[in-house]
């Protein structure tokens, strides 16, 4: 039998909401820190809860998914982050479709992204995903390639608007120094965001210099199990 899970109401999510602010709060960071509701594995219910609850971004990790449920979203629509490892053949069927692209790692994305956005006349707006951990399973370029990946994205008329990172896998307290890398790359390159931080080591994040964290259990609780493999 399974686990019965209360339903996904504003004012359940505007609480859990409040909860992840004084987190922010207390680890040095202020209003200005966006949180990002990432809702990849609930269905549209959770994005019209996180609207509600003042949510204004949501995080998704799965091209079908995302385009599984987005029609299906009553009410007014928030920014849509992409924050997956994305493959090029992807592309095409999410601009237009998604606001900011988060995982961007590699030139041929670059390239691809540049090429679909300009056909469609949608400014593209992107972060680099940079793999400060360097785990061989995380998607990210490597910390030395930052650099001139940003470089190419800028000049194929991309707008890159910050860096993003996943922590190493361990205690919150092991992503310390790749946040403090990436924090560091960020202000070097001039870019105004640093996407960093999740439910178990936001406060880590955010004490090393976040702007945005991604947030889903501690919003939305544990996900239920998916019914067809994502893709």
Known sequence: MGVLRPP??????????????????RAGGGSDVAVL?????????????????GC???GESYAQELLGKVDHVSGP?????FIGRLQSRKVKVLVGV?????????????????RRSGAAG???????????SEEPQKGGCSPTDARALVARATTAGLTVEGLMTVGRIGPPELTRPGFRMLRALATELGVRHCSMGMSEDLEVAVS?????????????????PP?????
């Open 37 to 53: 509701a990432v809702t990849k594995g609930f269905g549209p219910e959770a994005i019209e809860a996180a609207v509600a609850a």
């Open 8 to 25: 996904l109401s504003h004012e359940r999510v505007a609480a859990a909401l409040a909860a992840v602010r004084r987190r922010i709060e």
């Open 208 to 224: 090393e210099g976040s702007t945005m964290v991604r947030v889903g259990t501690a919003l939305f609780g544990d996900r239920p």
């Open 227 to 231: 019914i067809d493999p994502p893709k």
């Open 98 to 114: 998604v606001d900011v692209w988060q995982s961007i790692d590699r030139p041929s994305l670059v390239d691809e992204l540049a």
């Open 56 to 58: 204004t971004q949501i």
């Open 77 to 81: 629509t928030p920014e849509i982050h």
């Open 122 to 132: 949608v400014p593209a707006r992107v972060m680099v995903q940079v793999n400060v």
